[in-house]
């Protein structure tokens, strides 16, 4: 069997019916393989890096690894970044290269380059992935296919590279049916569980944090059991937002550096909090973690390594969520909880004394009220999507997620540029069912060739661009360190039209800049003979319009800007 023919049938055996690609001279025997041996849809996309983020939006709807394939040299090094986004992440995914053939390869010549395009991309992705191969024997494919779709998909998920010659890609093959090794489920011990279960019946103010964990190890359906049963509220990251749903009584809000600021009051002030799937990270605890650190933690995580690391004395629990929930379930079976009232209605005073809505004074179309209106005229939406920005906190403070709709954003890489390639992947994942990308004027110019690939595929994405004409999350740090000194943010940046490049697309597009014109424009993207096809809607937001609640850094997140000032410069 020809080793391209062999990959493409294991792909497709695992039951990946899409790849993501830009075509290259090394990977076109691996994409006359996928289309002249299985029903795969191969998907073109316009940049490497757009084909990595699909490849990622398509792993974090699908469940199964994402694919994304590139040819050698520039190809490859273009997929980094959406590697590296996997791997922050946790999204298991599959990257194919192609690599000049065996006898143009340098090894260990003292010379720079032996091939043309010849790049040494295993070790440039080593520290950005779970496993690298280079294949330079063509009887080692089979081992290493089977290999790599369990590293990427066991434990913490992540990122696999293989890296191909072409030579080997066009060998003959025995195929030998080399099975994939089974992943063993590891019980939490009873007495854990049994201390836990005392520690929440005797907590006067718990809380839950629900983090991206929650979806990487697809235990979404038993973290609610959980939720359901022990009756705590639940504050979430930014990649747990959409754990719970927005209208669940349970829910507290989101979290963090640019959190709900009842949200980060309630976080200060609890007295047990437990941990499900997030990194306690600078972004979610704030420089200053002294404040957490009074009270009871059960950090529940599947690496060890992020247990105790910021954060000290934490109770360690270390296991995939999938197998604590069973546990959980399993030794509390007979147990009851109650929920306590009084902690649940402080919560709600907190949250009518902070509405997120009254943080920002604007003059024009308010950014939170405009995510509240977004969520509530997009209920068919099976997806929401935020780039890097401004904008992605203004949606996670404000928007209405409901229970079975995805909220995909770049987390630990932060790469502007993400979500409008990540969308093309989440909505093929759900079958072309609508998707909603939220992107500012910054992010749009990153990946907007992905617009011709919208449009080839006739995807169902709704694109809401908010125009600043800046880069808003910049400007504010520049106004807040740098006497709004705006170098390359607002001076010597600019936006152009995107109404008119939509259009030039092909793809219907409107405009709106005043508060009164957002609700017509809402109904516009859904009516009816809108409601499968790809459309933008460009909102003006006024230029500095800043985000807040923000944390004062070098504070705890209970004190947030503006009311509270910043002790130091900020160091993320």
Excluded at 376 to 389: M, N, P, T
């Amino acid at each position: 069997m020809k080793v391209s023919d062999y990959i493409a049938d294991f792909l497709s055996k695992k039951g990946i019916k899409t790849v993501f690609e830009l075509s290259g001279g090394m990977i076109t025997h691996l994409l006359d393989s996928f289309k002249q041996t299985t029903d795969i849809h191969i998907v073109t996309m316009h940049h490497e890096q757009a084909a990595a983020f699909a490849a990622e939006g398509f792993s974090r709807v699908s469940g199964l690894p994402g694919v994304a394939l590139a040819t050698s040299g520039p190809g490859a090094t273009n997929l980094l970044t959406g590697i590296g986004s996997c791997y922050f992440d946790s999204v298991a995914a599959i990257f194919i290269t192609g690599q000049v053939n065996t006898h143009e390869l340098r090894n260990d010549r003292p010379i720079r380059q032996l091939g043309f395009q010849e790049t040494d991309i295993v070790s440039m992705v080593r520290p950005i992935t779970k496993a690298a191969y280079l294949i330079t024997d063509a009887s080692n494919i089979e081992s290493v296919f089977e290999e790599a779709f369990t590293i990427a998909t066991k434990g913490r998920p992540g990122p696999v590279l293989i890296d191909i010659p072409m030579n080997i890609q066009r060998e003959q093959i025995d195929v030998l049916g080399t099975q994939n090794t089974s992943q063993e489920s590891t019980a939490v011990g009873e007495v854990i569980i049994s201390e836990l279960v005392r520690d929440i019946r005797k907590a006067k103010a718990p809380l839950v944090l629900s983090g991206r964990g929650i979806k990487a190890s697809n235990s979404q359906d038993l973290f609610t059991n959980f939720v359901n049963k022990v009756k705590i509220p639940v504050i979430t990251s930014l990649l747990g937002l959409d754990t719970i749903s927005y209208d669940d009584p349970l829910r507290v809000g989101f979290i963090g550096s640019y959190g709900n600021r009842w949200a980060n009051i309630a976080f200060g002030e609890c007295d047990l909090l437990i941990v499900l799937g997030a990194r306690l990270d600078i972004r979610q605890t704030g420089a200053d973690t002294k404040f957490i650190e009074n009270r009871k933690i059960y950090h529940i995580d599947c690496e060890e390594g992020e247990i105790n690391n910021r954060v000290k004395g934490c109770e360690p629990i270390v296991s995939d969520l999938f197998d604590f929930f069973k546990s959980f379930a399993i030794y509390s079976e007979f147990q009851e909880f109650t929920i306590n009232d009084n902690w649940i209605k402080r919560i709600s005073e907190l949250r009518k004394q902070w509405p997120d809505i009254s943080e920002l004074s604007v003059k024009g179309i308010n950014p939170n009220v405009l995510m509240h209106q977004l969520s509530r005229s997009s209920k068919l939406a099976k997806a929401f999507l935020a780039d890097v920005g401004s904008h992605q906190m203004w949606a996670s403070q404000s928007l209405e997620l409901l229970s079975g709709q995805y909220f995909l954003t770049s987390g630990g890489m932060g790469a502007m540029g993400f979500s409008l390639p990540a969308a093309i992947g989440a909505c093929l994942a759900l079958e072309n069912a609508p998707v909603v990308v939220i992107i500012g004027d910054g992010c749009m110019q990153i990946n907007i060739q992905e617009l011709q690939t919208i449009v080839r595929n006739d995807l169902n994405i709704k694109i809401i661009v908010l125009n600043n004409k800046s880069l808003g999350m910049i400007t504010q740090f520049q106004e807040s360190y740098f006497e709004s000194r705006y170098q390359s943010t607002y001076w010597g940046y600019s936006a152009p039209d995107f109404e008119k490049i939509a259009q030039a697309y092909g793809i219907g597009a409107k405009t709106v800049s005043f508060e009164g014109e957002v609700e017509a424009a809402m109904q516009w993207l859904w009516k009816k003979e809108n409601k499968t096809k790809p459309l933008l809607l460009q909102v003006m937001i006024e230029p500095f319009t800043n985000t807040y609640p923000k944390i004062a850094f070098g504070k705890p997140i209970t004190e947030m800007e503006p009311f509270s000032k910043p002790i130091e410069m900020e160091g993320t």
